[in-house]
């Protein structure tokens, strides 16, 4: 009996020995606990270190001084040498965001309003705008811009800039791919530039025909379009 009994005690005590070295150590407990991450802490993790795509745009508007220039080769008939026509208009209005990769956030958009185009020459402004233009029913021209080449980006927040713009024209009803040579120059929150529409476009492009009244002899089909812009910084 007391040999039985003593085995017993034997088995008891190495039954309680092994629960206790599963269970383990508190201080191994809580080493294990701190090297898991909790679900909460690591979703916040990944998107901290997942920014949105327009996180490192630039974003613009377009700012009062901005103007549109079309200008038309023509031979008037009280002229013996061919001179341009000149018309502008100051009523530029938008908005754009460039971004890190060269293109432009969705719905980027250059709007000139062309009942504003004046020239040194009032009949001139009246014809166009009734019979070529159409106002009435097309007033507004829009650029959208798509596609930014020759920049070094991220864009340098001074100096002077040379870039080929590539976009959507819009005139007339009828949208062309358009090509603009620019020259800009940044200084902080401002960005002036010139675009120059290259090659030139048609009258033909927009479903136009160039101006004929008696007064012009001839004029050449090529719209010629330059576009000053000035705009600041949002943000």
Do not use: W
């Not at 003593?6 to 206790?20: E, F, M, N, Y």
């Not at 898991?36 to 613009?60: C, K």
């Amino acid at each position: 009996v007391n040999l039985y009994r003593a085995l017993t005690l034997a088995l008891v005590a190495a039954v309680l020995a092994g629960c206790g070295g599963a269970a383990g150590t508190p201080s191994d407990t809580a080493r294990v606990a701190s090297a898991t991450p909790t679900s909460s802490a690591a979703t916040a993790a990944t998107t901290s270190a997942a920014p949105t795509t327009a996180s490192g745009g630039l974003a613009f508007t377009v700012a009062s001084g901005s103007k549109a220039i079309v200008r038309v080769t023509e031979q008037l008939a009280d002229r013996q040498s061919v001179s341009d026509a000149v018309l502008t208009s100051e009523k530029v209005s938008g908005s754009f965001t460039l971004l890190p990769d060269g293109t432009f956030s969705p719905d980027p958009k250059i709007v000139v309003d062309l009942t504003a185009l004046t020239s040194d020459q009032a009949n001139r402004d009246r014809f166009i705008k009734q019979n070529t233009l159409e106002t009435s029913r097309f007033p507004q021209a829009t650029f959208v811009p798509e596609k930014a080449t020759g920049l070094t980006l991220p864009l340098p927040a001074k100096g002077d800039l040379s870039f080929t713009l590539t976009g959507k024209l819009t005139a007339h009803g009828v949208t062309k791919d358009a090509t603009f040579a620019v020259k800009a120059t940044r200084s902080g929150s401002s960005l002036s530039a010139t675009a120059t529409a290259t090659p030139a476009l048609t009258f033909e492009d927009f479903g136009m025909q160039a101006p004929r009244v008696f007064v012009v002899l001839s004029i050449k089909d090529e719209i010629r379009i330059e576009v000053d812009l000035v705009a600041t910084q949002r943000g």
